[in-house]
């Protein structure tokens, strides 16, 4: 067993080393292990869905998020230590990359220590960065956590979409997108700057390849305009005026929105999409965010006489907002009733009311709703909420 001042200096042998940036993730965990000290460790990730965590070598079977010490650990974004089989102690990790939970690592050891809780933490925390830096090129991390074959839609519109959880110390912003492997018009968007969360959420007309690319279209000219510096109606126009240039004959409906982080102010566009839905505790506070809507983005809007409308709100700390597709409420139920408005806010309000974490209520929420149907959905249905949660003064 190394002493602590070699397995620093190990670790700092091998962070210093370049060569660690083009191994794979079997060989790095393995490395970094042996320079921590450790005994041994394995990588787990979550698929698509967020019902399973695959391991990521052949060491380990796949868990499931829900009944599991691991999953606990996945879903409450804490530790957690349990005994094996074999008698080990096995620490469960989260692995983070910011907001956004990614699994869990598994270290097994004969006797958890500070130490080695310690090392444990600063391994998670490695491997989270590491596997952030490499999933967007190397298809072994999207392989292991698909559990089937995504339609050619779905993938080319998935390309674009942001991490599934953003956040910092003032605000968390989570999506779902279901079906996972389905989808071919909504998408969502969100993303930070220092001063203001942006979030979206889009509907594409139809449910093919000419929907997909529509939402992307609509993202690429919505994430244009806004590293421009375009106010919230010029980001509208922006995606009107690149629809109708290339896409004519194809619109999308959709909410867009800025928060300002400090104050908690809200404005929206709403071009032709159901109403966002606006939390306080566990109370809906009913038609808060009612609004007339403005006609869908593309070509048509450009022929109409009034500018887009920007609508203002002040949020309370802590308010939750969620935008969602028309693909939520007009799922149908296992006896074939429209799941509807009200039965949507009241699985919201249950999911949101146990007082978890913004991206795992959200993972409830999704769930429930599926298995309150045959587990598949006739329309995409996507939900994005997000919490405003200012430091106490």
């Given at each position: 067993?190394?002493?602590p ?5 190990l670790l ?17 965990v ?8 450790l ?5 787990y ?17 796949t ?7 691991a ?7 804490a530790?957690?230590v ?34 080695t ?14 596997i ?11 392989r ?25 110390g ?9 079906p996972?492997?389905e ?10 700057t220092?001063?203001?969360?942006h979030?979206?959420?889009l ?7 000419a ?9 690429a ?13 010029e980001?509208v126009?922006?995606?009107?005026e690149a ?32 109403t ?25 809007f ?20 969620l ?25 919201v309000?249950?999911?949101t ?11 409830r ?25 200012p430091?106490?003064?």
């Open positions: 067993m190394s002493t001042e070699t397995s620093d200096t700092q042998d091998f962070l210093a080393d370049p060569a660690h940036l083009t191994l794979d993730l079997g060989t790095a393995a490395r970094c292990v042996r320079a921590l000290g005994q041994h460790a394995v990588v990730l979550a698929d698509l869905q967020q019902r399973h965590l695959v391991p990521q070598t052949d060491m380990g079977s868990l499931a998020v829900d009944g599991t010490l999953g606990w650990a996945y879903r409450t974004q530790l957690r349990e005994e094996s089989e074999t008698g080990e102690i096995i620490a469960w990790f989260p692995l983070l990359d910011g907001a956004e939970r990614l699994g869990v690592l598994g270290v097994h050891t004969m006797a958890v220590t500070a130490s809780l310690s090392r444990g933490r600063a391994l998670a925390s490695l491997l989270a960065m590491m952030t830096s490499k999933r967007a090129y190397e298809d072994s991390f999207v292991r956590t698909r559990t089937e074959q995504m339609r050619l839609p779905s993938e080319m519109l998935r390309a674009f979409l942001p991490p599934r959880t953003i956040g910092n003032n605000v968390v912003s989570t999506a779902v997108l279901e996972a492997y989808i071919g018009g909504d998408a969502f968007d969100h993303s930070l220092p001063t203001t969360l979030a979206s959420v509907d594409a007309m139809g449910h093919d390849l929907s997909g690319l529509t939402s992307a279209v609509a993202l000219a919505c994430r244009n305009a806004r590293r421009n510096g375009a106010d919230l109606p980001l126009t922006s995606v009107d629809l109708s240039r290339w896409l004519p004959d194809q619109y999308c409906t959709g909410v867009l929105t800025q928060l300002n982080l400090a104050t908690g102010v809200l404005r929206w566009c709403n071009c032709g999409h159901p966002p839905l606006l939390l306080r505790g566990d109370h809906l506070i009913v038609d808060a965010m009612e609004r007339d809507a403005d006609p869908p983005m593309g070509a048509p450009l022929l109409a006489s009034q500018p887009r409308q920007t609508h203002e709100l002040a949020l309370e700390p802590g308010d939750r907002v935008l969602y597709t028309d693909g939520v409420t007009e799922a149908r139920t296992r006896d074939a009733q429209l799941f509807g408005l009200e039965r949507f806010v009241d699985y309000i249950r999911a009311g146990s007082g978890e974490l913004a991206p795992e209520a959200l993972r929420l999704i769930h429930s709703m599926l298995d309150a149907q045959t587990g598949q959905l006739q329309d995409d249905a996507t939900i994005l909420m997000f919490e405003w949660r430091p106490a003064a």
